[in-house]
């Protein structure tokens, strides 16, 4: 059994059990697929595939072996990276959510190629289930996201608060840091992130504990577009402070609070339980949770 015996199974397994497609993506012949796979369960004396009528279907077995097998390969891959690029510092991936990666990963990239000049960074911003998509294919290192992580699969481990604000018009008649009743803020027009934002969820649960599911006249991907409306008049956000912060400085939004509702969060380190992290993604990993402490954080500007 070798790498290559686990690569080509993997190709069968990622082509829905699909041989020919296998074969087409590994610039290889069927037979030689087939070969290969019969070779696998000699050697392990375990049937991996099995017919059901003209469709192949994974086993049992199969599947074991899948999940070992994706480890094994995203393993060697990583060595053969990292030994290849040494004298460079190697590569690593990293996956950032839609809020992160506007606020925060520009910030995290910049100060850490500063420290480490020759390690190269290549960066997904994208929305959380993507990312976890990604974790679990191996196509990322590790992820910085807003919200609860949804596969066991995948550890998570908390680095970083996150306060939202509920923002209105400057032209509302609330002063900054006004308490106002629950009553009043369900009367509010809502302007929110979209469904399974991590700022989203926080703020669903939030609410759906005080028995209340928000209706928002404004669902969109962009929390600048938020803060925009909210400039206009629109109705009132809930968004991470720092999108609202020169916007308040300017007074031309205001920050109010709601009786009885908190709205906070923790952003999290998120990677595959049997990933292999290496120092340079490690590094990076440190960076960000000294973030705070070691850089001052600044404003989205909008």
Same mark, same amino acid.
């Not at 608060?161 to 609330?174: K, M, N, P, R, Y």
């Given at each position: ?8 199974? $993997? ?28 070779? =696998? ?26 999940? @070992?097998? *994706? ?29 992160? !990666? ?13 420290? &480490? ?42 680095? +970083? ?26 009367? +509010? ?19 759906? *504990? ?18 925009? *409306? ?6 009132? *956000?809930?968004?991470?402070?720092? +999108? ?15 009786? !009885? ?15 292999? =992290? ?8 440190? $960076?960000?949770?000294? &973030?705070?402490?070691? &850089?001052?954080?600044?404003? @989205?500007?909008?």
């Amino acid at each position: 059994m070798t790498i290559r015996h686990l690569r080509i199974f $993997l190709a069968v397994y990622k082509n829905d059990c699909n041989v020919t497609r296998a074969a087409e993506s590994l610039s290889m012949s069927q037979p030689a697929v087939s070969l290969a796979i019969r070779e =696998l369960e000699d050697y392990y004396g375990a049937k991996l595939f099995e017919r059901l009528g003209k469709h192949l279907s994974i086993t049992q077995a199969g599947i074991m072996l899948a999940e @070992y097998a *994706a480890s094994i390969s995203d393993l060697f891959e990583s060595m053969e990276e990292n030994l290849r690029d040494w004298e460079k510092g190697g590569k690593i991936r990293v996956g950032a959510s839609l809020t992160i !990666g506007t606020q925060l990963m520009p910030e995290y990239v910049r100060a850490y190629q500063e420290r &480490y000049p020759g390690v190269e960074v290549r960066v997904k911003v994208e929305p959380q289930e993507y990312l976890e998509e990604k974790l679990l294919s191996s196509e990322l290192d590790f992820a910085l996201v807003e919200g609860a992580v949804q596969s066991p699969i995948l550890e998570a481990h908390q680095y +970083m608060q996150d306060h939202l604000a509920v923002i209105c018009s400057a032209e509302a008649g609330f002063q900054n840091g006004q308490v106002i009743s629950f009553e009043q803020f369900r009367k +509010m027009p809502l302007l929110l992130r979209e469904k399974g934002s991590g700022t989203r969820d926080t703020v669903d649960q939030v609410l759906a *504990a005080a028995g209340f599911a928000a209706d928002p006249v404004w669902e969109t991907f962009s929390s600048a577009a938020l803060v925009r *409306a909210v400039i206009c008049g629109l109705g009132t *956000a809930i968004l991470p402070f720092r +999108m609202a912060a020169v916007p308040l400085q300017r007074k031309q939004v205001t920050e109010i609070r709601v009786e !009885g509702l908190e709205f906070s969060r923790y952003y999290s380190i998120v990677y595959h339980r049997k990933k292999h =992290l290496t120092e340079s993604a490690a590094n990076f990993i440190e $960076l960000c949770r000294n &973030y705070e402490m070691d &850089y001052p954080i600044s404003t @989205y500007n909008g």
